[in-house]
Structures are given as structure tokens and as C-alpha cells.
């Protein structure tokens, strides 16, 4: 299992706290996009600034760029970065995607089909030519023409984002990487057998795919604690995330066995009781998502990521000060470092055993 994590900040100090990352062997580097900072520009930064550590979006959100200008980034940052480029991509939601970016929120699976199509194609040096349900290139009532990047060459290895049913075979059919969020590994099969089957469908093997997870790391004498503290932290998530009808978070809990717990968080706080929301979170949310307690109780829970096939953890390090967060994350590396010797598990693209 390998470790990646999210910069600290993007000044001169979280520069420090990415070099002093890589220095302790974390594989990768992880740049959120909301509706604050764009993920694509501080890699770049990054770049000039580390030698080995991947640095990869997660995610940059699909129809706030077109699929050519993604290419282009992607392409400027492969070749900044020395190869270590990954492109994370997603669709958002409509409260981003309608309420920030002022664009429809539409066929969002579609769309990312056809974007992770156009940027291959882009990036193998081919000319620019497509036809698809959302874009079509060059417009076919305009005056362009088909056109070939001149500095194409390079892979991208493009990552996605998925919670959904058809997203997650979406995933398993085209893509290099998943990019987990709101996954529990208890419930892990709602996530990871779509993308194993229709990988398969497609010729390939849930090998061809690196699975990752997004967890908070707390250190701490008393898990149960932490965990009802970043259940509470997961009510907006829940709670307004998305619209009253479109909410992939509520729907990913919802699969995991969690429906009547998160259609009651999201009722509360769209009705303004975020206290009572806040409290309605169930602990497990808060317990099984993330890496919390003392050294064992870490252990045990990369043991459980490790079993159902997670390659990668993307890991948010709690703590008051970059000091503090670089001693958890060292702290981390050497109890991944145990679990990683320990003999493995079964095959991960095996089924689950029947009852």
C-alpha cells in the first residue's frame, strides 16, 4: 500500500511540507478543486520545487474546462513535472457545476467518456477529430478545422472520480485510477465489483487499475472520540453537497447500508438544524473512513483497506501546525511500512467469497 497527501498550503511553507513529504517516501501529491483554489496551477509550482513524488489533481471537475484545454494542461504539466503527472478528473455536482460555474449540469458520465476520449487522443499526437454525444471536433457547422497537437507524445494517466453505478463502471472500462471518497471498507464491494466487472467486460483486469481512498489521519488515545467528531464533519457533506436530489455522497453512504441514517442528516440540514444533523451522522462514518487512534488501531484499519484491494491511501493529516502534521505523516510511513511486510492478502480481483 502507498501513501499520498494533500499540501498544507500553497505558500512558501506548504512547499516545505511537500518536500519534507517526499523526503519520507509519500508516493503522491493531491490537489483539491471546489470552489476555492483550481487544482491544475499549483502543480506546476510543485513541480519545480520536488524530483519523485506524483503529482496528480483530485479532481479537477469536468465541463468547467473543455476536454482540448484539459489535454493542454495535462500535457504542459507531464513535461514540467519530469512524467509524474496524473490527472485526476470528475464531475462534480450542480451546486458546483450550475451554482459556481454557471454550466449545466448534464449527462455528467457521458461527458467524462467522452473527455478522458478526446484527451488520449489529443495527447497520442492524432488530430483532433470526434464525434460524441456532448462534443463534437471540430464543430460541424463551423468554420474549423481538424487539428494535431504539436507537443503531443507524452501518457497521461487520467484518474476518476466515482461513486456512482455507472460512473464506477465507467472507471473500470476506461480509466487508470480510481479516486475513492466516502468509501468504507467494510461496505468496500459497492465500490470496488462495479469497476472489477466492467473492467473485465472491457478486456482488462482490476490490476490495470490503481484503487485509492481518501482518509483523515488523527493520532489519539481515544478513536471513538475522533470518530464522532469527523462524522459530525460529514453532515454538510451529506446535508447539502449537492441538491435535494442530486447528492452522490448521500447516495454512496445510502449503498454502504447508511439510507435512513443520511436521508434523516439531510432533512436536518436542509431544514437549518445542523446541530441535529451534525449529531445524526453515524459514528461508523466517522470510524471506518478514516485512520484514527493509536498505532494499532491504524494498523488495523490499513489491514482493512490493504484486504479489499485499495493501492493507495490519499491522506488529509490532522494536527495544529505543518510540524505536527509532518510527525504524523512519519509516523504513518513507518506503520505502513509493517503492514506492507506482513504477508499479503488473497487476490484482490477475486470475488468475495459466498457465504
Known amino acids: 500500500m502507498r501513501v499520498g497527501t494533500y499540501p498544507s498550503s500553497f505558500d512558501a511553507g506548504g512547499v516545505e511540507y511537500v518536500r519534507n513529504a517526499e523526503r519520507l517516501g509519500v508516493d503522491s501529491l493531491w490537489t483539491p478543486e471546489a470552489w476555492m483554489y483550481d487544482a491544475l496551477t499549483p502543480l506546476g509550482y510543485f513541480a519545480a520545487v520536488t524530483e519523485r513524488i506524483r503529482l496528480a489533481t483530485g479532481v479537477v471537475q469536468l465541463g468547467a474546462r473543455s476536454p482540448a484545454m484539459l489535454a493542454m494542461s495535462a500535457l504542459a504539466l507531464q513535461q514540467m513535472s519530469g512524467g509524474r503527472f496524473v490527472l485526476g478528473v470528475g464531475t462534480s455536482g450542480p451546486q458546483v457545476m450550475e451554482g459556481w460555474h454557471g454550466v449545466p449540469f448534464d449527462r455528467p458520465v457521458t461527458r467524462t467518456s467522452e473527455t478522458i476520449d478526446i484527451i488520449r487522443l489529443i495527447a497520442s499526437g492524432e488530430r483532433a477529430t470526434y464525434r460524441g454525444e456532448v462534443y463534437e471536433l471540430p464543430l460541424p457547422d463551423g468554420q474549423g478545422r481538424p487539428l494535431r497537437s504539436p507537443v503531443a507524445g507524452a501518457e497521461i494517466p ?19 485510477g480510481w479516486v475513492g471518497t466516502a468509501f468504507l471498507p467494510e461496505s468496500g464491494d459497492v465500490f470496488i465489483d462495479p469497476i472489477r466487472r466492467a473492467a473485465e467486460a472491457a478486456g482488462r483486469s482490476l490490476d490495470d487499475i ?4 481518501a482518509v483523515t489521519l488523527e493520532f489519539g488515545d481515544d478513536p471513538e472520540e475522533a470518530a464522532r467528531r469527523h462524522a459530525a464533519g460529514y453532515a454538510f457533506t451529506i446535508g447539502a453537497m449537492g441538491s435535494s436530489s442530486t447528492n452522490f455522497y448521500n447516495r454512496a453512504f445510502a449503498r454502504q447500508g447508511f439510507g435512513e441514517a443520511v436521508e434523516k442528516v439531510q432533512s436536518l440540514w436542509q431544514a437549518g438544524d445542523r446541530d441535529a444533523a451534525r449529531a445524526a451522522v453515524p459514528i461508523e462514518i466517522g470510524l471506518h473512513t478514516n485512520l484514527l487512534g493509536r498505532d494499532t488501531d491504524v494498523a488495523d484499519r490499513l489491514r482493512r ?5 485499495i493501492d493507495m491511501l490519499r491522506v488529509n493529516v490532522a494536527g495544529e501546525d505543518d510540524t505536527s502534521r509532518l510527525d504524523s505523516l512519519a509516523r504513518l510511513m513507518d506503520i505502513v511500512a509493517t503492514v506492507n511486510s ?3 492478502p488473497r487476490d484482490r480481483g477475486a470475488e468475495a467469497d459466498p457465504p
Not at 210 to 213: G, Q
Not at 305 to 309: I, S
Request: net charge negative.
Open 158 to 176: 487520467i484518474y476518476v472520480a466515482a461513486m456512482g453505478p455507472a460512473n464506477l463502471r465507467l472507471t473500470g472500462a476506461k480509466a487508470d
Open 305 to 309: 483497506y490493504r484486504e479489499v484491494g
Open 342 to 344: 506482513e504477508p499479503p
Open 210 to 213: 490503481e484503487l485509492t481512498a
